[in-house]
């Protein structure tokens, strides 16, 4: 399931850019029990907001495979998300890719990058 990749790429951003924020473990609400088991990355508050929207919209999502956003009929991301999953692809990808790379991600991450931008 590709929330774990998303989580990794959301926890270097805010690693990176909100590092002397106060940092949370995340705790997956409910309805993402049928995602079976999700990393507890430490972010920030708005780190979370952003994870949870996502993991919220990828299970949501009725498409298989998915498109691209640009191509999506859905737009799932509305505004401000949208906006902030962009900016945390654009700048997590260059450093996510070698790590992906090393540890055998590289597919997942490769799709999950591609998808957003
Ligand atoms: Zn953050």
Redesign the pocket.
């Known amino acids: 399931m590709d929330v774990k990749v998303l989580s990794l790429f ?1 926890q270097i ?3 990176k ?2 590092g002397s ?1 106060e ?1 949370f473990h995340w705790e997956p609400s409910e309805k993402l029990q049928d995602l079976g088991v999700l990393p507890r990355p430490l ?6 907001g ?1 994870i949870e929207y996502s993991a919220n919209r990828r299970r949501l999502c009725p498409l298989d495979p998915k498109p691209t956003c640009r191509n999506c009929e859905i737009h799932c991301y509305q505004g401000d998300y949208r906006d902030m999953i962009r900016e945390v692809m654009r700048f997590s990808g260059k450093y996510f890719l070698v790590y992906a790379f090393r540890h055998g991600l590289f597919k997942e991450s490769w799709e999950i990058i591609t998808h957003f931008i």
């Open positions: 959301i951003y805010c690693e850019k909100h924020a940092k972010l920030c508050k708005d780190c979370l952003l």
